[in-house]
């Protein structure tokens, strides 16, 4: 949950002023064993917990924000501070990231923010279990 403009970082850095919106998946892992039993309809199986996933949208930036925010969305694995609704406080987990890409326009322009808003997903590498 985005709480204030402090509540996700992504390798130390706070990425809340620049963000539009945050999507919050929690996406729950199951173990090889679960299945429907195909007589009693029961389905059984290993909760191994659940994995965050945040879809974040980026609000038009500039080209030196650009800069600052592209060698993070590019390495291969992040540190992402989040507000955790079940420990009821910042939790860091070890993330990677989706494909991005921007689009700009007016590129002959003297337009400081030509850059459009553009989206990534963080998904967290490790289930958690609550």
């Known amino acids: 949950m985005f ?3 402090n509540s996700l970082l992504i390798n130390n850095t706070n990425l ?3 963000l539009v919106s945050i999507q919050y998946g929690h996406n729950k892992v199951w173990g090889k064993d679960t299945g429907r039993s195909t007589l009693s309809g029961k389905t059984t199986g290993t909760f191994k917990g659940i994995v965050w996933k ?4 980026f609000r038009k930036l500039t ?3 650009l800069e ?3 060698p993070i969305l590019d390495s291969a694995w992040q540190q992402t501070t989040y ?6 406080r ?4 070890e993330t990677y990231t989706g494909d ?9 322009s003297n337009v400081a923010k030509a850059n459009e808003s553009f989206e990534i997903s963080v998904i967290g590498t490790t289930p958690i279990k609550y």
């Open 83 to 88: 507000y955790d609704t079940n420990y009821q």
């Open 63 to 65: 080209k030196e924000e």
């Open 16 to 18: 809340g002023s620049y």
């Open 3 to 5: 709480i204030d403009i």
């Open 100 to 108: 991005w890409e921007t689009l700009n326009k007016n590129t002959f």
């Open 68 to 70: 600052l925010i592209s």
């Open 54 to 57: 945040f879809k974040l949208t």
């Open 90 to 93: 910042l939790n860091t987990i």
